[in-house]
């Protein structure tokens, strides 16, 4: 197990302290969690040592089954035509509101599928 105060040769390292959120390398190694974005670049040594030694490594190269993919694609792009879609109504642009209904309906369609 890691010691959050020492170094690879086991000698004692300075006890830093985040200078934003004034977070120390004890809590990260308590909590498993950095307290703000500037947490990593203050303890990005010790945080990729922790990293390697529990996981293969420090970059996520999870899957998911492409039709997943495609699906949030099709759940982006709806959300998107819909915000238009809404803001046709407001300014009473009918027609383009039409052709946005009927797109929206055919990804509606091709999301049940």
């Not at 950095?34 to 999870?62: E, M, P, W």
Request: with cysteine; aromatic share 8%.
């Amino acid at each position: 197990m890691l010691d959050p105060y020492l170094d690879r040769k086991n000698k004692r390292i300075d006890r830093s302290r985040c200078s934003f959120c004034q977070t120390t390398l004890a809590d990260v190694w308590e909590n498993r969690f950095l307290g703000c974005s500037r947490c990593y670049a203050t303890f990005i040594d010790q945080v990729r040592s922790i990293l390697n030694n529990s996981q293969k490594g420090t970059i996520h190269k999870g899957k998911y089954p492409l039709r997943w993919s495609r699906k949030r694609i099709l759940e982006h792009e709806l959300r998107n035509i819909h915000k238009d879609y809404k803001q046709c109504l407001a300014e009473e642009n009918y027609e383009k509101a039409e052709q946005l209904k009927r797109k929206m309906e055919r990804i509606q369609t091709a999301l049940s599928e």
